[in-house]
């Protein structure tokens, strides 16, 4: 009997070992990407920074802080973060109820269509709206209004950007709530106020402070669009940093911000994990296509049509400007110069941009679909250690710490050997990856995690190797997922502004890189060009979001 007992014992240790192993090894790639190509860099640029003479100065820190244009950034960037939030909960509510609640034809186009500007870079985005309200643009032709001025430029942008957020996020749960309950209320005497207020916005208030802490991430991070629209009159943190490291080369006020932003974000980060965390208590859910209806009389006609007149001027007009000022040239003239190198920014015809684009977003998505994958499957383990489970908030911190900051980091601490990656190719593609990763391990964890654990154990007792499993198992399951996510790390990939502007070589840029350039010179020609590259940018970026959307649906008709 002691014997048995002794052998029951050492096999559930050899389990527990081969169990430990196996998770180290799925964790141990992910792990060391990170520590490389997110935290060395990083660390390397604050440290360039703070410390002189190999001695560190955590004073400089106050004294940065007591420069009043630094405070003046700082309140500038909480603030225009707050009101850009605000604003796009006002204009984006309506829009998450109309898509959960209502039923009319168009409806998926129409769905698609509110995503497209979430999916643009930064630096599209930017550019569509300078068109709109800059000097030249539409409203400066039509009433003489310029706005590229002034803050509202920015703010407009913002909830252009960030419309669908509250829409998918918002939206998605309020589709699955039970109407009834509501309905229930309004029985018993309450008015629609009352029992919308009493009972449906409890309920919604963790996916409402889901959908604004991320609207606030975003905004409060922002690059591109503040680098286009706002000028040398307003600046975030993320702006100024990059001045600071390229204009002025003071890298120990840039370190400075970088500090106050890294805090800032992981304060953010921190409450967005607790807001998900009571977003998933238990609630009364349906299948979403059952509480979708038809509007029924004036009130809900009159909303649905207000939110179409938003989705159209707020979101699709930019894009329509966008593309008409692209075509201003008789010709598709402002197209064909993209194909001659003798405007002096290039040392290439910019046309060459949209292959290095896509070379280098390919790249990145395979990269990211690996580091992202490894972690996923490590993360869906039950038992996943207290490391593994830390781990799952860092991924989320490279969508928040400055994309700028990773750039310069790469120039500075990525060139001696064994990692002197400087004049390498693969360096834009691991920038670009390192933002694609926490989209990857985001749209895979939930379909992990529903995978029945019974068959994963029964293909065990059946002699399959856990790699096997895995394979025959999950992946089957998992498949549309993994396509899924391959196509967010390519969009986001392909979009990537704020660390390839530095380590993108002047004979290959990226498409961003080549908008940002050729805004950043006078004349028309390379105003007009700015224009055709985004259109071009635009129309990929739609593309794939129109894949993802086929996948989605097949994925839930079960057709393909």
Request: one cysteine or more.
């Amino acid at each position: 009997m002691d014997l048995a007992r002794t052998e029951v014992t050492e096999a559930a240790v050899r389990k527990d070992r081969r169990g430990s192993a196996a998770r180290l090894g799925l964790i141990a790639l992910p792990v060391a990407f990170f520590a490389v190509f997110f935290a060395y860099p990083v660390a390397a640029i604050v440290a360039r920074g703070l410390k002189v003479d190999g001695a560190w100065r955590f004073g400089r820190i106050g004294e940065v802080l007591a420069q009043p244009d630094v405070r003046h950034v700082l309140w500038f960037t909480t603030w225009q973060a707050l009101v850009s939030t605000a604003l796009t909960l006002l204009i984006a509510l309506p829009g998450a109820y109309v898509f959960a609640r209502f039923d009319f034809r168009g409806k998926q186009v129409l769905r698609a269509a509110v995503t497209v500007p979430f999916v643009l870079p930064t630096v599209v985005v930017g550019t569509a709206f300078l068109a709109l309200v800059g000097r030249g643009g539409l409203l400066d032709e039509l009433w003489g209004v310029r706005l590229d001025t002034t803050v509202w430029a920015i703010l407009l942008a913002h909830v252009f950007f960030n419309y669908a957020v509250v829409v998918r996020t918002v939206g998605g749960l309020w589709a699955q709530l039970d109407p009834r309950q509501e309905e229930a209320a309004r029985m018993l005497g309450a008015s629609p106020w009352k029992a919308w207020r009493q009972v449906t916005l409890p309920a919604l208030g963790p996916a409402v402070a889901a959908a604004a802490l991320m609207v606030f991430l975003f905004t409060f991070t922002s690059f591109g669009v503040v680098q286009i629209l706002g000028g040398p009159t307003f600046s975030t943190l993320e702006v100024e940093i990059y001045r600071q490291t390229s204009e002025i080369f003071d890298l120990s006020t840039a370190a400075v911000l970088t500090l106050i932003q890294f805090v800032a974000v992981g304060g953010i980060l921190a409450l967005h994990a607790w807001t998900v965390r009571r977003r998933e208590t238990a609630l009364r859910l349906v299948d979403a296509s059952v509480t979708a209806r038809r509007p029924r009389g004036a009130g809900q006609w009159a909303l649905l049509g207000g939110v179409l007149v938003t989705v159209v001027v707020l979101l699709m007009l930019p894009l329509a400007v966008l593309v008409q000022r692209s075509l201003d040239a008789p010709g598709f003239g402002y197209y064909r110069a993209l194909t001659r190198a003798d405007g002096g920014v290039f040392l290439v015809p910019p046309i060459e941009a949209i292959g290095n684009s896509l070379e280098y977003a390919v790249a990145a998505t395979v990269i990211a679909v690996v580091i992202g994958g490894l972690a996923a499957v490590a993360l869906t383990r039950r038992d996943a250690g207290r490391f593994v489970r830390g781990f799952d908030a860092l991924l989320m911190l490279p969508l928040g710490v400055s994309a700028v900051t990773v750039g310069f980091g790469f120039l500075i601490a990525l060139d001696e050997p064994p990692l002197d990656l400087r004049s390498s190719w693969i360096l834009v593609p691991l920038a670009q990856a390192l933002v694609g990763v926490p989209f990857v391990v985001r749209t895979m964890l939930p379909v992990l995690r529903a995978v029945d654990v019974r068959l994963r154990e029964a293909a065990s007792v059946l002699g399959a190797s856990p790699w096997r499993v895995r394979r025959e198992v999950d992946l089957p399951m998992v498949r549309r997922a993994l396509l899924i996510a391959a196509g967010f790390a390519f969009a986001v990939s392909l979009g990537e502004f704020g660390a390839t502007v530095f380590i993108a070589r002047p004979d290959n840029p990226t498409l961003p890189v080549a908008v940002a350039r050729l805004l950043g010179r006078p004349g028309d020609l390379n105003y007009g060009q700015a224009m055709a590259l985004s259109t071009i940018l635009m129309v990929v970026c739609a593309v794939a979001l129109l894949v993802l959307e086929r996948l989605r649906t097949a994925d839930r008709t079960g057709e393909f």
